[in-house]
């Protein structure tokens, strides 16, 4: 795919579907950077999810606007990115095409909602509480009808989801 034009590339869907850990396998596999979406959220933001607080819009378009600016970036530079970002609803990702400045493709995560919330019990170490899946899940619009999207089902290991996803940019890209 390196051969190709640059791609930019969102792994996106609810918190514990696993988008860190796909993408930074997808990154891997496409030679490219991986940027983790969740580091660019502000210090306030951070603190209102560990406080079990759900985001409000107003609170995601800065965020959104910075994942859209990195994915930006690496257009300029003419190289291909893989970002992590939940974007759960459409006009978040609409802002995302609109803030990247050119053809975007997303990779949604999806699963059982026992799976998701046994893998963000698993979790150590991040902000995301179990408490806020719920809050997520009733804010997912699925992107399934959307140009430019990859679904891959993620009760698989992260190997075999990142290939799936992989084979979905490609058939995509025609690379």
Known sequence: ??????????VMGV??????????HLAARLDCAFVE?????????VAKMAKGIPLTDDDRWPWLD??????????????????????LKQVYRDRLRRESGGTLY????????????QRMGARTGHFMPTSLLQSQLATLESPEHEVGVVT????????????????GISALTGA
């Open 1 to 10: 795919m390196n051969a190709k034009a640059p791609v930019a590339i969102v």
């Open 15 to 24: 918190s514990g579907s696993g988008k860190t850990s796909v993408g930074e």
């Open 37 to 45: 979406g969740d580091r660019l959220h502000p210090e306030a933001n």
């Open 66 to 87: 910075l994942v859209g600016s990195e994915l930006a970036k690496a257009r300029e530079r003419g190289e291909s990115v893989v970002v992590s970002c939940s974007a």
């Open 106 to 117: 997303f990779i949604f995560l999806t699963g059982d909602p026992k799976v998701l919330e």
């Open 152 to 167: 891959v089902d993620i009760d698989a290991s992260v190997d075999a989801i990142a290939d799936k996803a992989f084979d």
